[in-house]
């Protein structure tokens, strides 16, 4: 690394409200692997999308292998050699791979030769891919090598990369880490963002930390521990979450032979589930993005509907009840898509507050809401969770994701559930916030709820779970004792290796 790719001075950016970035100056240079950290809301996201082209700085100035560089939209940041991978993928399901991949070019060539183009660079990086797939029949970990490969056909000289493991199981981890390296090698530059703080360690070169806006410091990961970045981070010591020993006590959540279509064409369908968890108990289930996370956590919240005596709660079929009456019950439930699923986006936090809250904390009367109650029950998550927010009135799109995420989780805990489900409960939450949330579930599950805890993030799973359980293609393998399990064998598990046997345990 001898040369400067891009460098930032002052970039300054500030909405009603708030400063999301304040003077912040760094550089990159060629052929470096830069890490951008900081908590949620410390401004990373606006941050990158000055780089291309999305937002415009208010003040402050980019130079880009020594030219100024002001992309007024990512199409001119693409021209000059700007690429980025999104930590939510813009993909077409019902379309294929090279289809998916011309829609992203300014001028696609015949799609011969760019099926041809993306078996040669996909295979020369070590991410093959079929163009002729549909993406809708890929792996999450498939679909994110599609849009690395989109940004790769540019030739870029930046490569951004927004959270790019929280989909991978740990051997597509390492596969993308041996790619990027070769990137390197190569002389592209890679701007990675990511909670997850040994992968830093592992990867990058240097790390710029930012918090509430500002540039607080720089570092080399490689000489820095995990928890020394967690605390520049955060500006204070990191809290490590602690398991309180418990009793188990009888069986709270009771599922035997669930079998649900997916609503979706693309979707995964629930092949004979069992699982069985206890009053105290965390169940932790892992799994590739895409193998039917999301229709478990729909048919255990009512979502779906299925046999009455498929799902039973403390004994009591519930198979056949709607959401509002299994969280009568206390089965209470935090979906992984936060807009749209989790929340309302355009409705306020107060009002998302009262939408799965209203029967627990008895914020309506013959048909009547109590808007008092349902701010008062807000700001009691927003205050508990520490929610970057200006308060219970601002709406759910307002918030940065990991706000956001906080908030959801936030207000089922504070219901005091007797079974909670939640699918990624810490996705895109820096680490403070992470060991938080964790905390949290910890403490519901000392106090005699059982949580069954979907997760991609095999870390998460084997600090807060009692056993682990794998879907893969809408089957759940035995669960296991967490403790003495390998990461590289819970890997194996959510690939679907190691027997993946049915057992009613």
């Known amino acids: 690394m001898t040369d400067t790719l891009l460098s930032i001075r002052g970039l300054t950016k500030a909405y009603p409200g708030v400063v999301a970035n304040n003077d912040v100056s760094f550089d990159i240079g060629v052929g470096e692997v830069h890490a951008l950290l900081g908590e949620n809301g410390a401004g990373k996201s606006t941050l990158v999308k000055m780089i291309y082209g999305l937002v415009k700085p208010d003040t402050g100035e980019m130079v880009l292998r020594g030219q100024p560089f002001a992309p007024p939209e990512p199409r001119a940041a693409r021209a000059d050699g700007i690429a980025m991978v999104f930590q939510h993928f813009s993909l077409f399901d019902a379309l294929n791979v090279a289809e998916n991949i011309a829609l992203g070019m300014e001028t696609p060539p015949p799609m011969r030769d760019l099926a041809a183009r993306i078996r040669e660079v996909s295979e020369t990086y070590g991410l093959p891919l079929d163009p002729f797939r549909t993406v809708g029949d890929l792996s999450a ?152 996370q999301d229709e478990l956590l729909n048919a255990l919240s009512g979502e779906v509907r299925s046999e009455n005596g498929a799902i039973k709660m403390l004994g009591d079929p519930i198979g056949k009840l709607g959401p509002k009456a299994r969280r009568g019950l206390g089965l209470l439930t935090a979906p992984e898509e936060r807009l749209g699923h989790a929340a309302a986006p355009d409705m306020s936090l107060t009002e998302n507050a009262l939408l799965t809250g209203s029967v627990r904390e008895n914020l309506e009367t013959r048909g009547f809401l109590k808007w008092g109650a349902a701010q008062d029950f807000a700001e009691r998550i927003i205050n508990a969770f520490d929610v970057r927010t200006p308060g219970p009135s601002n709406v759910a799109r307002s918030l940065s994701g990991g706000n956001l995420q906080k908030f959801v989780i936030g207000r089922e805990v504070l219901q005091n559930p007797k079974v909670l489900v939640v699918n990624q409960p810490t996705w895109g939450v820096d680490a403070s916030a992470a060991a938080s949330i964790r905390q949290a579930i910890l403490d519901l599950a000392a106090e005699g709820c059982a949580v069954v805890c979907i997760s991609q993030d095999l870390d998460e799973l084997m600090e807060i779970s009692d056993r682990f359980a794998a879907l893969n293609e809408g089957r759940l393998s035995a669960p296991k004792p967490t403790q003495g399990l390998s990461v590289d064998e819970i890997g194996l598990m959510m690939g679907g290796a190691h027997g993946m046997e049915v057992a009613h345990v």
């Open 141 to 292: 970990g498939e679909r994110q090598r599609v849009e690395i490969i989109r940004c790769l056909l540019q030739d870029p000289k930046l490569l951004i990369m927004d959270e790019p493991t929280s989909v991978l199981t740990p051997q597509e981890v390492e596969i993308l880490f041996q790619t990027l390296n070769k990137l390197r090698s190569e002389g592209t530059s890679i701007l990675y963002i990511s909670h997850k703080l040994e992968e830093i360690r592992t990867l990058c070169d240097t790390a710029t930390i930012l918090r509430l806006g500002q540039k607080v410091g720089t570092c080399v990961p490689a000489k820095t521990t995990a928890r020394d970045m967690a605390e520049m981070m955060v500006g204070s010591t990191l809290h490590t979450p602690e398991r309180a020993g418990r009793d188990l006590g009888e069986v709270a959540l009771d599922v035997s032979g669930l079998s649900v279509p997916s609503p979706s064409a693309f979707g995964t369908a629930l092949k004979n589930v069992h699982l069985v968890v206890r009053q105290g108990e965390v169940l932790g289930i892992g799994g590739v993005a895409g193998n039917g």
